[in-house]
């Protein structure tokens, strides 16, 4: 479905959701925009209702794209 890129972390005061509403061009926005539309469309005639978010390590976004 798509792949969410890792947001820099140069800064301590990075947050990915409020950089996803603040750059709404950026990559990162750009990605979860697609990863959103993919789930969507991937039933056209019944969308899910629920979708499971995993990933094979701590700290890899799944609470970041969960509240997205």
Do not use: H
């Not at 140069?10 to 061009?25: C, L, M, S, W």
């Amino acid at each position: 479905l798509g792949i969410s890129p890792v947001v820099e972390k140069g800064n301590a005061n990075v947050i990915p959701e409020k950089q996803y509403v603040d750059d709404p061009r950026s990559v990162f926005s750009e990605n979860i925009d697609t990863v959103r539309t993919s789930l969507l469309l991937s039933n056209i005639d019944s969308p899910p209702k629920t979708i499971l978010v995993t990933s094979a390590a701590c700290g890899e976004g799944k609470s970041t794209l969960r509240m997205l």
